[in-house]
């Protein structure tokens, strides 16, 4: 199944330079779309069909579509860069190919295949190709989604869905410069329970951290951290990247749980952990273990990874009764490094040795 054909209805009016210009100047985060987008179509009956490319606009649903009841939705997150020639590439998209199928199967909707979830990325560069911006340490944001669309009130799995692929420029995470972060540890809120869908990147998981996120910033921190909902003391993830700790031995360890979501970036920054001879391990780590790791010196770094900042090197959490670090704890000398080296990758100034960039363009 590959070699999709799309239909291309192109917008009549699409940004002009200047106006593009004017959005990469100061784009933030998913404030501002291109021009396109892909549409393609699944129905028990037909499988997966009709594919599109079609201006960039409002989406017609019926009120009784499955996704606006029952929440059956799943995303995945990724990016373009421009390389220094020209060129356009993505990180590792087939990864969030099968991550997509993953969350699909927990959400009971149809698996897109790989070849069709990497032809929609081409197909939508093939249009919007102008607005991957060559400026340092930006990118187009991409942003693949999967949602049920039947007109049906009945609690089943929908007979036909719509997956969409949108696009919006990114500029650089942190403006000025990478800096800590402080966060804040949720004991009042769980992210997922066990047997539920923390694996799968779905919006039910993100709305349900929202209110957590506003306490974070009532307190002055802008993430928050959540523990497992069994029994309140191992370490999850945050309201949208993975967490990994360093020891001052050199090893790493990441929490490690069916309810987390598997990060691509985490994977590929702990890749190239053991590939310098750093020691990984993916187990449970306890809240305590953290804290108390910190204060006896045998936890000397802390860092927070995903697709949007990358990695996020983490200063302080605060916590009701006790904090771990300060809002002075500077970036940790081999989280900086890492980070480096994967940035590196990902735009090309470093050479590709795992065959993890995919040209999307030509």
Not at 79 to 90: C, L, V
Not at 101 to 127: C, G, N, T, Y
Not at 215 to 226: I, R
Not at 268 to 278: D, F
Request: aromatic share 10%.
């Amino acid at each position: 199944m590959t070699g999709l054909e799309f239909h291309r209805q192109l917008t009549l009016q699409p940004k002009s330079p200047s106006e593009r210009a004017a959005i990469f100047a100061n784009p933030g985060f998913g404030n501002f779309f291109t021009d396109h987008m892909v549409d393609i179509c699944w129905s028990e009956a037909g499988g997966w069909h009709r594919p599109r490319i079609q201006p960039y606009g409002p989406i017609e649903l019926d009120p009784a579509a499955s996704v606006l009841h029952y929440g059956q939705e799943i995303f995945e997150g990724l990016k373009a860069y421009r390389h220094a020639d020209g060129s356009i590439w993505a990180f590792r998209p087939d990864a969030n190919a099968r991550r997509l199928q993953s969350s699909a199967l927990r959400m009971a909707l149809p698996e897109l295949p790989v070849e069709h979830f990497l032809d929609s990325l081409k197909a939508l560069i093939s249009v919007d190709a102008e607005w991957v911006s060559s400026e340092p340490e930006t990118s187009l944001y991409l942003r693949p989604f999967m949602f049920a669309k039947e007109a049906f009130l009945g609690v089943r799995p929908a007979k036909k869905v719509a997956y969409y692929l949108i696009a919006s420029p990114a500029g650089a995470y942190f403006t000025g410069g990478v800096a800590p972060v402080s966060i804040w540890l949720s004991e009042s809120y769980s992210r997922a329970g066990k047997g539920g869908t923390g694996a799968a990147k779905t919006g039910g998981n993100y709305a349900a951290s929202l209110v957590a996120q506003n306490e974070a910033y009532a307190h002055g921190c802008q993430q928050v951290l959540f523990l497992d909902s069994v029994e309140g003391k191992y370490l999850e993830e945050l309201g949208g990247m993975n967490i990994v700790l360093v020891y001052k031995d050199g090893s790493l360890v990441t929490p490690l749980s069916d309810s987390i979501l598997p990060g691509i970036t985490r994977d590929s920054v702990l890749q190239l952990a053991e590939e310098r001879g750093h020691k990984v391990t993916r187990r449970a780590v306890t809240i305590a273990e953290w804290r108390d790791g910190f204060e006896s010196g045998e936890i000397v770094e802390a860092f927070a990874c995903g697709t949007a900042a990358v990695i996020t090197p983490i200063g302080q959490v605060k916590a009701k009764d006790f904090t771990i670090g300060s809002p002075d704890t500077a970036a940790g000398e081999l989280t900086m490094s890492l980070r480096e080296e994967l940035t590196d990758i990902q735009y090309g100034r470093r050479d590709d040795s795992h065959g993890w960039m995919y040209r999307l363009d030509g």
